[in-house]
C-alpha cells in the first residue's frame, strides 16, 4: 500500500477536495496493478489511499506514482508544499517507544534540543535501526519587547531596534580573504541565542553606544504548541525506534535498552523508559514451541518407559531425537530459513513424525533380534521389513504440505516456511529411522534380545481393557451404529457454530483509542479534555499515552488535525481492559456526545499482516443528483439513520463535520464605502 498525504494550509475540504486531491486521484488511476484507490479529504490536508494487488514490485509503484505527482505539479499552488508519497509495511510499526519527560525545575526546551540533537542521533547510530522519529518537540523563539519609556528617554524608535537586529544577521554572500598564494572562503555566522542578541550594540545620536537589552526584554519563549505528547498523564517527547527490513527485533530491542540505561545515566535532567515492545508476541511464540519441543521430546521417552518393558527403545529415542534436530537445522541454514513461528510451527509437526518412524523401526528390529537374529542381521532385515510402509507414512504428509510451496499470494508467502519446514523435518525422519535408529542398535544393543520383557503391566492391563471395550462394540453393532449416524450431523452443527479468526485467541491488555471531538477546539482544549479523560482510567492502567493535536512524526497515514487525539493505553488484565473500554466510551457519550471514538486493540506487526482493519460491513451513501445543499442533504442522512431500528453501528470519519465559514461579498455596499476586496 502508499498513502500519498497533501499539506495545504488555510485551504477548506471542498477547495482542496476540487483543486487538488481529485486530479491526483484521477491521474494515479492509472497505475499497473492497482487495486484499490480511496481518498480523504479535510480542511489543510487530504490523504490518498493505493492498494496494489500482491507480488507488485512496490518499488517500481513508489516511483511510477511519484513521476505522475511530479507532472501534476505545475498545476498546483505554488505556495502548497509537494504531496508526500509514504509506502506501508510491517516495518513501519516502532519496535519499541522511547518516553523521556522533563524533571521538575528543568525547561522544556532543553529537554527537546536534547531529544532532537543527541538523543536521536545515538539511537540512528544502532545497527538496524531505519528511523527515529520524534513527537512533542517543543521550539522556542526570542522575543524582543521594546521598553517604550526607556525608548522615548533616549530618544529611539521601535525601527533602530528592528535595524539593529537585522545588520547583526545579513548575509554578505561569497566573502574570501587572499593570503599570498592561498584564498580562503570565509563565512559569516548570523546572531543566535537571546543573550547574544540581548548584547548588540546600539549607537545613540550623541555618538554613544548601549547595549540592546537596556531598552528591550530579550528573553527565549516556547512557540505556541499545536500538538502534545502524554505519558501516564504528563507531558513529554516520545521517540520511536523503526528496524530495517532485513534487520532481527530480538536482537535490536536489547540494544535499544541498553542505550535507554545509557540515557539515565548520561541525562539525568530526564526520566526515560521504554513502551510497547513488540518483541514479546515473538518472544512468546518462539518460547511457547521451542517449550513445545522439549516437552514432547521428554514425554516421548516417559512414554515408552511406560509402554516398554525394557530400556533399549526409550534410551535409543533419546538419542535419535537431538540428533535429528541438529541435522534439521542444518538444512534450514542450507536453505536460508530462519527460526520464526511459522517455520517452528512445521518442525514440531515433523518431530511427531520422526518419533513414530524410529519407534516403528526400533520395535522390528528388537523383535528380530528376539526371535534370535545377531544384531547386524536383525538391524538390517528388521529395517528392510518396514521401510515400504515407512516411505508411504511419510510421503501421504508431504503430498498435502508440498504444494503448498506453490501457492501464490499473500497465502503462499506466509506458509512457504511451513511447508518447507515440515518437509525437511519429515526428511530428516526418514534418515534418522533408516540410518541413525539401526546403527544405534547395532552399537548399543546386546545379543541377548530373547531375555528382554516385551510389555509393561501398565500396557497389558490397557491392552486388556481395550480388547474388552472391542468386544462389547462389535457385540452390539447396530446400537453403536445408530449412535454414530445420529452424531455426524452434531459434528456438522458444531462445526457450522465454531468461529472463525485469522489469528487464534490471545489475552489483549492493549488498547488504541481515536477520538475527533468534532468541534472546533484548540490544541489547549483538546489538552485538557485528554487530561480529565486520562484521570478517570489512569487507576485500570499500566500504561497511557497520548499524541494529542497535531502530530509530529514524518511517518504517518492518517488524518492530521489539531482537535484529535490518538490514545494508547495498557490494563494488567484483558477483563480490566474491556471495562476500561466501555467506561472509557461512555464518558466520551456522557460530556461529549458529538465525538467520533473509535476504540481497538493496539496494533502490533502480526495484527498488521493477518487482521484488517476495515469493518465487516461497511455501508456508503453519496447524493443521486450533485447539490449545493450539503448541509440538508447531511441532515437527511442523520434523519434516516435514526430510523433504523437496531442501531449497532458506529459512524465513520466520512460522517465528520468540520467547522468553516462562507463569507459572501457585498459588491454594492463595498463600493458604496469605498472598500477594496484585498483589504
Known amino acids: 500500500q502508499i498513502v500519498i498525504r497533501v499539506n495545504y494550509p488555510n485551504s477548506p475540504a471542498p477547495v482542496l477536495e476540487e483543486n487538488i486531491i481529485q486530479p491526483i486521484r484521477e491521474s494515479l ?36 506514482a511519484s513521476e505522475k505527482l511530479d507532472q501534476l505539479t505545475p498545476n498546483f499552488p505554488r505556495d ?75 530618544g529611539l524608535s521601535e525601527s533602530k531596534i528592528v535595524e539593529t537586529i537585522k545588520n547583526a544577521n ?42 540592546l537589552h537596556t531598552v528591550a526584554s530579550v528573553r527565549l519563549e516556547p512557540t505556541k504548541q499545536t500538538g502534545y505528547h502524554l505519558f501516564n498523564g504528563k507531558e513529554g517527547l516520545v521517540i520511536t525506534v523503526q528496524k530495517q527490513p532485513d534487520s532481527r527485533m530480538n536482537e535490536l530491542v536489547p540494544k535499544v535498552e541498553e542505550a535507554a540505561a545509557l540515557f539515565k545515566k548520561d541525562y539525568p535532567q530526564a526520566e526515560f523508559a521504554l513502551t510497547q515492545d513488540q518483541t514479546f508476541l515473538l518472544d512468546a511464540g518462539i518460547s511457547n514451541l521451542e517449550q ?28 535419535s531425537i537431538p540428533v535429528s534436530l541438529i541435522i534439521t537445522f542444518i538444512f534450514f541454514y542450507l536453505f536460508g530459513i530462519s527460526f520464526n513461528i511459522i517455520s517452528l510451527s512445521g518442525l514440531a509437526l515433523g518431530i511427531g513424525m520422526l518419533i513414530d518412524n524410529s519407534i516403528v523401526v526400533i520395535d522390528s528390529i528388537m523383535r ?44 503462499g508467502a506466509l506458509v512457504l516456511d511451513q511447508a518447507i519446514g515440515l518437509t525437511i523435518s519429515l526428511g530428516t525422519s526418514l534418515l534418522a529411522a533408516f540410518i541413525l535408529a539401526p546403527l544405534l542398535c547395532k552399537m548399543l544393543l546386546k545379543n541377548r534380545g530373547e531375555k528382554w520383557k516385551e510389555d509393561t503391566v501398565f500396557y497389558k492391563q490397557t491392552a486388556k481393557g481395550y480388547h474388552k471395550m472391542i468386544h462389547h462394540i462389535l457385540s452390539h453393532k447396530l446400537v453403536y451404529f445408530i449412535i454414530t449416524l445420529l452424531l455426524m450431523p452434531m459434528g456438522f452443527w458444531l462445526a457450522a457454530c465454531i468461529p472463525v479468526s485469522a489469528l487464534p485467541t490471545i489475552e489483549k491488555k492493549e488498547s488504541l483509542v481515536t477520538i475527533d471531538w468534532n468541534a472546533p477546539v484548540d490544541a489547549q482544549e483538546n489538552l485538557r479534555r485528554v487530561k480529565e479523560l486520562l484521570e478517570t482510567i489512569q487507576a485500570n492502567c499500566t500504561v497511557t499515552e497520548a499524541e494529542v493535536g497535531i ?31 466501555a467506561q472509557l466510551k461512555e464518558w466520551i457519550k456522557q460530556r461529549y456526545p458529538q465525538a467520533f471514538v473509535q476504540i481497538a486493540d493496539a496494533p502490533n506487526a502480526f495484527t498488521q499482516l493477518f487482521i484488517s482493519a476495515k469493518p465487516y460491513f461497511e455501508a456508503r451513501f453519496k447524493p443521486v443528483k450533485s447539490s449545493a445543499d450539503d448541509k440538508g442533504n447531511f441532515s437527511k442522512m442523520q434523519d434516516m439513520l435514526r430510523s433504523i431500528p437496531n442501531q449497532n453501528y458506529s459512524l465513520g470519519q466520512g460522517m465528520l463535520r468540520e467547522p468553516s465559514i462562507s463569507v459572501t461579498m457585498d459588491y454594492t455596499k463595498m463600493a458604496l464605502y469605498r472598500v477594496e476586496r484585498s483589504a
Open 292 to 319: 513445545d519441543l522439549v516437552y514432547a521430546g521428554i514425554l516421548t521417552v516417559l512414554l515408552l518407559f511406560m509402554f516398554l518393558g525394557h530400556w533399549a527403545s526409550p534410551v535409543l529415542m533419546s538419542i
Open 170 to 211: 545579513q548575509e554578505l554572500g561569497g566573502l574570501s580573504v587572499k593570503d599570498g598564494q592561498y584564498r580562503y572562503f570565509v563565512k559569516l555566522l548570523n546572531t543566535t541565542g537571546a543573550e547574544t542578541i540581548g548584547r548588540l550594540p546600539i549607537r545613540l545620536k550623541d555618538g554613544s553606544v548601549i547595549a
Open 80 to 154: 502548497m508544499p509537494r504531496p508526500q508519497v509514504m509506502r506501508i509495511n510491517t516495518s513501519d510499526i516502532p519496535v519499541i517507544r522511547l518516553q523521556a519527560i522533563p524533571k521538575a525545575g528543568v525547561s522544556y526546551l532543553e529537554v527537546s534540543a536534547l531529544a532532537e540533537k543527541i538523543l536521536k542521533k545515538r539511537l540512528e547510530q544502532l545497527e538496524g535501526v531505519s528511523l527515529v522519529d520524534i513527537n512533542g518537540k517543543q521550539s522556542g523563539i526570542i522575543a524582543v519587547t521594546p521598553n517604550q519609556a526607556a525608548l522615548m528617554a533616549l
Open 368 to 411: 528380530k533380534q528376539r526371535s534370535g537374529m545377531s544384531r547386524l542381521e536383525s538391524s538390517v532385515e528388521g529395517t528392510n521389513e518396514v521401510i515400504v510402509p515407512v516411505i508411504s507414512q511419510v510421503l501421504t504428509t508431504v503430498a498435502v504440505y508440498a504444494p503448498l510451496v506453490l501457492l501464490s499470494g499473500m497465502a
Open 29 to 64: 488511476a492509472s497505475l499497473n496493478n492497482l487495486k484499490n484507490i480511496e481518498s480523504r479529504t479535510a480542511n489543510h490536508t487530504g490523504l490518498i489511499y493505493l492498494t496494489f494487488e500482491y507480488g507488485t514490485r512496490m518499488n517500481l509503484a513508489y516511483i511510477e
Open 551 to 581: 502530530k509530529q512524526f514524518l511517518l504517518q497515514h492518517d488524518n492530521n488535525s489539531i482537535q484529535q487525539v490518538t490514545l494508547y493505553f495498557a490494563c494488567p488484565r484483558e477483563r480490566l481492559k474491556f471495562s476500561t473500554d
